[in-house]
């Protein structure tokens, strides 16, 4: 089978507005977990969010977007998808070609316009400038419609793990023929839905996050979009690829809607399959990029799925402690330091994480290091039991 | 492409479940809303923690997974369990966000339907939520149809639902959506006026690659975005040309005319490419929704494992029926031809 390849990168987060910025922040653990200084909500001033602080204004300035209804998702989406555009130097005829299809993971879609839609939806206005910019589908319509795309276009919702699911979907549709080249990814960003959502859970931190740390207090949520654009390694002989995507695979967990077993049952399947579709064994993974949340629930359920799984377990960091939990995006730019990992031979390290997991003995890498880096392994759990893992690979 | 073989509907009709009743559910103010006779299956326990789109679409996986095992779960909905969400929504302005439980929150997130599917299923396998507005199902089609390509010996849920919810019939009605005036589903298809009627409902599908015993095989599926009918006409073509095997025709077309007028010229275009072949439609008996789709493609699995086709939809059809083209387009961008034929 002919192998996918990553030719083209964007991303945008709280660590950086892009490929380079978000690297150097990696490298030198330089968190943008803090306090809010944009978004608005009664727990600006008691919890860290990771925010991107750039105002829709100022964003719309530089994509040059006039539209009233383009929401802040959108927006972020786009300046991550025009990099990664401009990076794998797709052409305008490429871009349009009915083989090319797009490909997008989210969570929250347009209902960062919180405020908005609790008016509209209990009809307190008879018009509406924001009618059709709620929904999760907008931000993938409105990319492709803006790139004037023409092959398949998605949108994918499976919570945290969407835009591994979005990758996922797109290799996939590489393999069956059904497109040639596909942009692939995820987006979210802060609304008022998710912070409470996660708050009524009792899993938000009121400190930087510590995955993986016995005293973990819960996560950090954050905002963030990141796109890449794969295509078959045979078709793209002229380019210099990042990375090769060797494995991935979608499980469910089947346990609880909001929590997973504690035997980490699917995180195990995802990672597992992922290796088999890769034509990998355990020993093969020279670094994991863990979903890592922070959480008491998630780190010692993917603990116990890495220790099952691996006889000795690689070395492995959670981004989240940088980053924030992104949900939809999170996938989407964790690939990305997956594929900066092995572009660069280099292993990123862990923010906040002192004591292990009493039990587990695992603890996440807390310097950066060179190192050879052959296969790279990216987790991501969510919601409803969705877990996923995707396998990156030097070329 | 692949075979159904266990199908389920919920829709305002309760004709399509029970061929012998022959009556019509009118709609109210509006609005087709599903039958809610059929959750026989839901423990009480559980049924009244649950909102529609989720109670819908539980109750039509369990009646088809009570007769299959599958190896994964593929759903398609725009919007899931939006009055949950709203609900959710409301709290957040209304308590000026304080202290909220989260079970509208958990429940209002669109992968909740495949995710409980899952965990009442103990089912580990392949498990995901497309929610591309109006070619959502169409996505999940499209997603099956890979997964049986890797795994030709697996097994598959494939399915589709949205709801009605008083919020998202606020917010489409704001854009346009539905009629400004009253109108009875019974009138909708020659009405003249902009906007169709809002509906709802879930059909499910368990699919593999198996051709015996199955009731339908769906051929071949095509999505595209376009407001141009030319593009349209040239799209049609080129499906047909690829799709249907030499020598044989489409019999019947399962149109998703919606009443409103702004569409029907997509419609009429459909229609008179293939002159020939008799149309008949549904959303007069369903509303429209954007997982709509998923409804025709039970009808016509329905019209294709029945030798007499359901009275409701008053199809005269000389022949037997082998090939039928299912055409919908959502709001005149998203547009999706998908061919259904007998076995």
């Known amino acids: 089978m002919d192998r996918i390849v990553v030719t083209g990168i964007g991303i945008i987060s709280a660590i950086g507005e892009s490929v380079e910025s978000n690297r150097l922040a990696l490298k030198n653990s330089t968190t943008g977990i803090g306090t809010l200084e944009l978004f608005e909500t009664n727990y600006a001033s008691t919890l860290p969010f990771a925010e991107i602080k750039r105002t829709n204004n100022s964003l719309k300035q530089q994509l040059n977007v006039d539209a009233l209804n383009i929401t802040r998702t959108s927006l972020l989406a786009q300046h991550a998808c025009n990099q990664a555009i401009l990076d794998s130097n797709l052409t305008k005829a490429e871009l349009e070609s009915a083989d090319t299809a797009l490909i997008n993971g989210t969570t929250v879609g347009g209902m960062c316009l919180t405020d908005e839609l609790y008016q509209d939806a209990n009809r307190n206005s008879t018009t509406s400038p924001y009618v059709e910019s709620y929904d999760l589908a907008s931000v993938a319509i409105y990319l492709q419609e803006l790139y004037n795309i023409q092959g398949i276009c998605n949108t994918i919702n499976t919570a945290c793990s969407s835009s591994a699911n979005a990758i996922m979907y797109g290799a996939r549709l590489i393999h069956q023929g059904k497109a040639k080249r596909v942009i692939v990814g995820g987006v979210d960003s802060l609304a008022k839905f998710t912070i409470n959502g996660f708050n009524a859970l009792h899993i938000l931190s009121s400190e930087k996050c510590k995955p993986f740390d016995q005293n973990r207090s819960g996560l950090n949520l954050g905002e963030a979009a990141a796109f890449l654009v794969l295509e078959k390694e045979s078709d793209c002989k002229n380019k210099k690829p990042y990375a090769i995507l060797s494995g991935y695979a979608n499980a469910n967990d089947a346990y609880h809607a909001s929590a997973l077993s504690e035997t980490g049952d699917g995180p195990y399947e995802a990672m597992s399959t992922a290796l088999a579709v890769a034509r990998l064994n355990p020993n093969d993974i020279s670094y994991i990029n863990a979903h890592g949340t922070g959480t008491e629930n998630n780190d010692l359920a993917e603990s116990a799925a890495m220790i099952r799984l691996f006889n000795n377990v690689p070395p492995f960091v959670s981004t989240k402690s940088l980053t924030g939990h992104t949900l939809g995006a999170s996938a989407a730019i964790e690939a990305v330091f997956s594929i900066l990992a092995l572009q660069h031979q280099e292993l990123y390290p862990s923010a906040n994480s002192v004591q292990p997991i009493e039990g587990t003995g695992l603890k996440p890498l807390a310097t950066f290091q060179k190192a050879p880096v052959k296969h790279v392994m990216s987790n991501s759990f969510g919601f409803a039991g969705n877990c996923s893992s995707l396998i990156f690979s030097i070329v | ?343």
């Open chain 2, 1 to 343: 492409m692949f075979y159904i073989h266990q199908t389920s509907c919920i829709t305002a009709q309760q004709s399509f479940v029970e061929p012998t009743l022959r009556s019509i559910t009118e709609s109210v103010e509006n609005k087709l809303y599903a039958t809610e006779n059929n959750y026989d299956s839901i423990p009480p326990n559980v049924l009244r923690r649950l909102g529609k789109a989720v109670k819908m679409g539980i109750a039509t996986g369990n009646e088809v997974l009570a007769k299959q095992e599958v190896d994964g779960i593929i759903l398609g909905t725009a919007n899931g369990g939006l009055e949950d969400c709203i609900k959710f929504l409301n709290q957040i302005i209304q308590y000026q966000e304080g202290r909220l439980t989260p079970t509208n929150f958990v429940q209002s997130t669109t992968n909740a339907i495949a995710g409980q599917l899952g965990i009442m299923y103990k089912n580990k396998g392949y498990n995901i939520t497309h929610v591309h507005r109006g070619l959502a199902f169409e996505n999940a089609l499209i997603d099956v149809e890979m997964l049986l390509s890797d795994h030709p010996t697996n097994t598959y849920l494939v399915g589709g639902v949205d709801e009605i919810s008083e919020y998202n019939y606020t917010i489409e009605d704001l854009a346009g959506s539905y009629k400004k005036e009253i109108l009875s589903n019974t009138e909708l298809l020659n009405s003249t006026t902009d906007g169709s009627i809002a509906g709802e409902g879930a059909a499910m599908f368990v699919v593999n690659t198996v051709k015996s015993n199955a009731t339908a095989e769906v051929k071949a599926i095509k999505t595209f975005v376009t407001k141009k009918t030319e593009t349209l006409e040239k799209e049609l073509s080129q499906f047909i040309n690829t799709a249907l095997p030499k020598g044989e025709k489409v019999d019947l077309i399962v149109s998703g005319k919606n009443g409103d007028a702004r569409l029907n010229n997509y419609y009429a275009l459909v229609e008179n490419q293939l002159k020939e072949t008799p149309t008949t439609y549904y959303k007069h008996l369903t509303g429209e929704f954007p997982t709509s789709s998923a409804v025709a493609l039970w009808l016509a699995s329905m019209v294709l494992s029945r030798t007499e086709p359901l009275a409701l939809l008053k199809i005269e059809v000389a022949n037997p029926i082998k090939n039928i083209l299912l055409y919908n387009t959502y709001k005149g961008n998203q547009h999706s031809f998908i061919l259904v034929s007998a076995v």
